[in-house]
């Protein structure tokens, strides 16, 4: 297994070349240069498995043994994921109307990107421990992503994390689940604008090759493959359990499962079209909150940004930039890297495209889209509280909303993605009228002190203090 990057300039990198990186050097995303098949009878396989060894089978398909060997393969993710509150690591909440929520939520910060991010740590400390390297990682997050990486990766002695976080546009238990952490190698700092601005000095820095190299400098955020590729498996997890395919005769045509995805950075999306192009019949829906141009993508092929990002209930999609399109985009054209590079060229710099109609059209064949303004959201918390006693985070309610405004169609069954716990966005919860028992380890936050640095938004500014940052960690 090999990878290439989506603007067609680098091919042939192995799996720990791609993880021990950001950006490919030619300014694209890295991709597998081919995508297994998942069989029916590999599929029947696998129904079995406990989330833990799917993770690990899935892993296995992208990372050759002589890389990591089966054996250690299974003691990472296996370590990986055995501090998440719940036996089975993920859980399914069948609720009435049919409404079929898959929990990703039970690691440690309360949100789905612990699944991946806990494994993506412990291939990073593999390797480095291997070679006896060290790492700095930049993290720029809206929200969830920063608290992950910091839990999974904080006392770690190889590796250096620097996350930086958009001041005021996110909730305090997010927050305080970062600038809590006062371990030697964590480094945290809140920044003005938004989290696509702060975006923009992250990939310039890993855009100066000489740099990267120089502090090895990688990414944690959905750009890293690792990432996207763990979480590959909650898609299967769910067509395994949620699609009828253990009551299907063999034979048969594999049944058809509709997945409802809460959609920001479209790294989660992402995921699921490359689990639907190796063989599983997925029918996705990439729903948005009012930052919608995953939405207007898909429906008209307005590839644009708004003028600003909106602030919403649900802060942790509150982006304008959802880069990991570039790899959809990809998939979709035929692994058109020239054209990918000129999309994307374009859209970096103008922040506008018209997808080619071609592209737009495939687009639309394999994903629908929705968005939702924060009254639906409100809305849709309030309703499931109220038929099921139930509390849904605003996020997930995102995804919920399309559920009870679109019947699934028939014979098709439907599950939506929970992507965090309410338990993160009180004020959400307050302003639909609802209450919550905090868990303990988040009013815990309140008495803890805190560490960070905040600075400016300028460009420069947030240049030379990440350039600064690392040649003082080198």
Request: glycine share 8%; proline share 5%.
């Amino acid at each position: 297994m090999q990878y290439c990057s989506t603007r067609g300039g680098v091919q042939g990198w192995d799996f720990q070349d791609v993880l021990l990186s950001g950006y490919a050097p030619d300014g694209g995303m890295f991709m597998p240069e081919t995508l297994p098949t998942l069989t029916p009878d590999t599929l029947r396989s696998w129904s079995s498995l406990s989330y833990p060894q799917l993770v690990t089978e899935v892993c296995s398909l992208f990372i050759p043994t002589e890389l990591i060997p089966r054996a250690d393969l299974d003691g990472l993710v296996s370590a990986a994921l055995s501090g998440f509150a719940v036996p089975g690591v993920v859980s399914l909440a069948r609720l009435k109307g049919g409404l079929c929520v898959l929990e990703l939520f039970h690691g440690e910060t309360l949100a789905f990107k612990d699944l991946a991010m806990t494994c993506t740590v412990r291939f990073l400390d593999y390797f480095l421990r291997k070679e006896s390297r060290r790492a700095i990682v930049l993290v720029g997050t809206s929200g969830d992503t920063g608290g992950s990486a910091i839990q999974s990766a904080r006392g770690l002695g190889g590796v250096d994390v620097v996350v930086v976080y958009p001041r005021g546009r996110i909730t305090l238990v997010q927050e305080k689940q970062m600038t809590t952490c006062l371990e030697d190698n964590i480094h945290v700092f809140a920044a003005d604008g938004s989290s696509d601005d702060i975006d923009v000095p992250i990939r310039r820095l890993f855009s100066d090759q000489e740099l990267v190299k120089q502090h090895s400098l990688m990414s944690l955020n959905s750009v890293n493959w690792s990432r996207v590729m763990v979480q590959l498996a909650h898609f299967i997890y769910a067509y395994l359990h949620v699609s009828g395919l253990e009551q299907a005769e063999m034979g048969a045509p594999l049944p058809a499962l509709e997945m409802v995805v809460p959609t920001g950075g479209a790294g989660n999306i992402a995921a699921g079209c490359i689990v639907k192009q190796m063989g599983i019949p997925l029918c996705l829906v990439a729903m948005t909150n009012a930052n919608d141009i995953v939405h207007r993508t898909v429906q008209s092929g307005d590839f644009s940004m708004a003028t600003n990002v909106t602030q919403t209930m649900a802060p942790a999609i509150d982006i304008q930039d959802p880069y990991n399109m570039e790899r959809v985009f990809w998939l979709l054209s035929g692994r058109d890297g020239a054209l990918v590079k000129g999309m994307m060229e374009e859209f970096q710099h103008s922040h506008r495209h018209t997808l080619p109609e071609a592209l737009h059209k495939q687009l639309s064949q394999v994903l629908t889209a929705g968005a939702v303004r924060d009254e639906g959201i409100v809305e849709t918390m309030q309703r499931c509280w109220k038929e099921n006693q139930y509390l849904l985070c605003p996020h997930t309610a995102v995804a919920v909303w399309h559920h009870y405004h679109y019947p699934p169609t028939a014979g098709v069954n439907r599950c939506c993605i929970a992507t965090a716990s309410p338990a993160k966005f009180q004020a959400a919860v307050q302003k639909a009228g609802l209450t919550l028992d905090l868990p303990e380890a988040v009013r815990a936050l309140d008495k803890m002190s805190t560490r960070y640095l905040a600075y400016g938004c300028t460009l420069i500014i947030q240049m030379e203090l990440l350039t600064g940052i690392c040649h003082g960690l080198s």
